[in-house]
């Protein structure tokens, strides 16, 4: 009953039949093979960006430090929310790879930048100065920390305030697809439509061994990645095997079947915490995120039954008799046995 995180997943049996067909043969390294052609295409499609750049890492905190790297020079300042994971849990990888651009964290309930909040820092940081430096971009996470989503109605304003301080807008999709999956909206809707310059396009929370990809809708900084990516030692040599996840992962909306799967989880998860004495959830569930406050001896009860989850935030005290904030997080093989056998241990 592990609900600490959705990378503490396997990879989808779909995704792992890929990965072994794409071991056959012999094929062309660093991306000139069928495979990433093919991949590359169908996120053109799927996205309705015909000319849209698209490219592979492996890893989430590669996929936004150099997307920011490509809208920021060293004396930038990148703004995001306080809780954002370019923020929190990238170990200056951003800072490191614009070449000292600032972030500056913007605070917002539910872990959201509201338009007011935005420009209020925007204000409150002045004018691009030699002494100041230079306002450079947004970026924005969807779904969010807190398992909230963005609507396209929200991003558009966000959008218009930083197209107008001339700042470029990155979003983080390490878990895009489940923000997607409750929303009725294309996933064009979602970015370029709505003002989005580069889009973090996460699988491997949701499904797949390890593949992010980098949506670039302005093809001229595409070849500027290429040089920076392979310099960070992010391009990958055998990169059918990113290719052949993404491949699979797309194809029959398998990436918005397995998101949906997750969000059912953590919404019937959240229904149950509910019942129990003394629980109180606190943030509304969007996607595949649980936040919840707890009494004291329920966080032992889950501790001893062997229920994954965090402490939220990381810095609370559970050795003292007072309720806790928790999160849980439901993943695209998450059972609903293993939601059921939580909740009755809990109970």
């Known amino acids: 009953m592990n609900f600490a995180s959705d990378n503490a997943g396997g990879v989808h049996p779909r995704i792992m039949a890929a990965l072994a067909a794409a071991n056959e043969g012999h094929v062309t390294s660093y991306g000139g093979d069928a495979i990433t052609r093919a991949a590359q295409d169908r996120l053109r499609e799927l996205f309705d960006a015909p000319e849209a750049a698209v490219h592979f ?92 989503v963005y609507s396209p109605d929200e991003v558009e304003p966000l959008a218009a305030i930083a197209c107008d301080a001339g700042l470029g807008l990155h979003m983080d999709g390490a878990r895009f697809a489940n923000a997607l999956a409750g929303l009725d909206v ?40 290429e040089f920076r990516r392979k310099r960070a030692g992010a391009l990958v040599s055998k990169h059918r095997y990113l290719s052949a996840q993404i491949l699979a992962w797309l194809e029959g909306d398998l990436w918005l079947q397995l998101a949906r799967h997750a969000n059912a989880m953590a919404h019937e998860l959240a229904l149950g915490l509910a019942r129990l004495p003394g629980v109180r959830i606190d943030q509304r569930v969007e996607s595949n995120a649980v936040f919840a406050t707890i009494p004291s001896e329920l966080h032992r009860r889950a501790c001893e039954a062997g229920i994954g989850h965090h402490l939220w935030p990381h810095t609370q005290d559970a050795a003292e008799d007072e309720p806790v904030s928790i999160r849980l997080v439901c993943g695209w093989d998450t059972r609903i046995e293993d939601v059921t056998g939580a909740l009755q241990a809990l109970a």
């Open 186 to 225: 294309a996933p064009a809707d979602l970015t370029w439509r709505a003002g989005v310059d580069i889009l973090s396009l996460g699988g491997t929370k949701n499904g797949c061994m390890g593949v992010e990809a980098v949506l670039i809708f302005d093809p001229a900084r595409s070849e500027e990645f």
């Open 57 to 148: 890492v492996a890893s989430g905190t590669a996929a936004n430090a150099l997307s920011l790297s490509l809208l920021s020079p060293g004396w930038g300042k990148v703004f995001c929310h306080a809780d954002a994971h370019v923020q929190t849990s990238e170990t200056g990888a951003p800072e490191f790879f614009t070449g000292g651009a600032k972030l500056v964290p913007i605070p917002g309930a539910g872990g959201k930048i509201t338009p007011e909040a935005l420009a209020e820092a925007l204000l409150a940081n002045g004018r691009d100065s030699v002494h100041a430096g230079r306002n450079a971009a947004l970026t924005l996470t969807n779904a969010t920390e807190w398992g909230t």
